[in-house]
T-cell receptor, first 115, second 113 residues
Framework: DAGVIQSPRHEVTEMGQEVTLRCKPI?????LFWYRQTMMRGLELLIY????????DSGMPEDRFSAKMPNASFSTLKIQPSEPRDSAVYFC?????????????FGDGTRLSIL | AQSVTQPDIHITVSEGASLELRCNYS??????LFWYVQSPGQGLQLLLK??????LVQGIKGFEAEFKRSQSSFNLRKPSVHWSDAAEYFC???????????FGKGTKLSVKP
């Protein structure tokens, strides 16, 4: 069974450039989560969707970050313009529904480096 | 508000020795508790989960965890550690109305020969 698929696995770009991270959740999962992981701050929830609708984006650091989920099988996280402090590993996760007893299934992440 | 504390940032154990990783949570009602493992360069993989019932839960890779309500703890254990267990381990709590999980800061496990 295909798990959560993220692309690209690695991204290196210069500051000021637009960055788009992509995620394909597990088929049939209705909830999708975007996380950022850094050494300093650990694993932070950025935003999550249920049935393609953003439920809570309070973790999005600033207006440079935006996320969309145009359909049940695809989501993007965009940073524009990017800054060096955005360098981190970004994870996407999905779960069957928004019930809090549902485990989340993680992708392998996108390692983002902003020069 | 929900919170998760993993008191140990880094633990080193010898191969074959027993392991216990600590996790304390803060939550008003009965929580849903999870342990995840993250190997280098990979995402988080679910080891086990607790919802209700038997307070000792078994997971994959020989891990188990015990829910102790009186101590607000959900410690992860393994009787004999293998070198391949070297990774970072995250405890998480769910239970909010929004369906999100709250993760601890993680404990990095090193295994020495």
């Amino acid at each position: 069974d295909a798990g959560v698929i993220q692309s690209p696995r690695h991204e290196v770009t210069e500051m000021g450039q637009e960055v788009t991270l992509r995620c394909k959740p597990i088929s049939g999962h209705n909830s999708l989560f975007w996380y950022r992981q850094t050494m300093m701050r650990g694993l932070e929830l950025l935003i999550y969707f249920n049935n393609n609708v953003p439920i809570d984006d309070s973790g999005m650091p600033e207006d440079r970050f935006s996320a969309k989920m145009p359909n049940a099988s695809f989501s993007t996280l965009k940073i524009q313009p990017s800054e060096p402090r955005d360098s981190a590993v970004y994870f996407c996760a999905s779960s069957p529904n928004r019930a809090s007893n549902q485990p989340q299934h993680f992708g392998d992440g996108t390692r983002l480096s902003i020069l | 508000a929900q919170s998760v504390t993993q008191p140990d940032i880094h633990i080193t154990v010898s191969e074959g020795a027993s392991l216990e990783l600590r996790c304390n949570y803060s939550y008003g009602a009965t929580p849903y508790l999870f342990w995840y493992v993250q190997s280098p360069g990979q995402g988080l993989q679910l080891l086990l989960k607790y919802f209700s019932g038997d307070t000792l839960v078994q997971g994959i890779k020989g891990f188990e965890a015990e829910f102790k309500r009186s101590q607000s703890s959900f410690n992860l254990r393994k009787p004999s550690v293998h070198w391949s267990d070297a990774a970072e381990y995250f405890c998480a709590v769910g239970g909010g109305s929004q369906g999100n999980l709250i993760f601890g800061k993680g404990t990095k496990l090193s295994v020495k020969p």
